[in-house]
């Protein structure tokens, strides 16, 4: 798991945790650090909303991100790549991707290994998808999603043949009510917004659906950030278990559960 280290408050950097359980993390490390792995970072620049894959046909680690200025005026992404896991990482583009102002971010892998970067564009108006090239370190395809309806925070899971998208509206570190949307297609085809969760997503806001495919069932898990608890670095990752199926989803907050990830199986703990 990648995120912002927000010790210094509006000059993140980039951690990076391993987990065998969702449970109990180790710290692996700093894999972007202002000042070392570009110069701008720390200075002109910060790092929000980092995201991290996997290249198979380059064997490399990629993490992109929200590259932007303090004044939120650049509008920017970046991509940093490392040969492992844990770095070194360095910076191998940065920029609006195909000229494009983007903002609040996320990535989704489709089945196929084709890799998207998904960003707020158009002044927040519309969601970007910009479709990377074969080594995951370049935008070359750009749609735009859901125009006008001013969204940010997209995460994307695919169940089958159909992609659930889920996202907030723009307000800031305030939560707001998360809102889901299906379709066949990628590019075009996506339903009407309906409201998933309670009027705040249970104070979050979207980050991943993860998935964990067992040998018995596969359990889709909802990771939310719950911003400013109580202040900015003090920030939570909420992870708890959601059920999607038929184009819809079931999303109630579980305080505690437990995970069997090799079967993929999940029981509410009381």
Known sequence: MVGEDRSREYTPDVNLYSSADLQHWRFEGKIIANGVATPELGDTRMIERAKILHCPTTGRYVVWCHYEAS????????????????????????????????????VFVDDDGTAYFIATTNENQDLGLFRLSSDYL???????????????????VRVGDTYYMFS???????????????????????????DVGDATCFRTQAAAILTLKGTRDTTYLYVGDRWKDPTLAETKTIIFPVSLEDGQCQMHYRERFSLNARKGLWRECK
């Open 168 to 194: 907030s509206a723009c307000t800031g570190w305030a939560p707001n009510q998360c809102k889901l949307t299906t379709s066949k297609s990628l590019t075009h085809g996506w339903s009407p917004l309906t």
């Open 71 to 106: 004044d939120y005026s650049a509008s920017e992404a970046a991509c940093f790549s490392a040969p492992s896991i844990t770095g070194p990482y360095r910076l191998e583009w940065s920029g609006r991707p195909m000229g494009i102002k983007a903002r609040d971010c996320n």
């Open 138 to 156: 370049r935008p070359v395809a750009h749609t735009v999603l859901l125009p006008g309806l001013r969204r940010e925070a997209p995460a994307i």
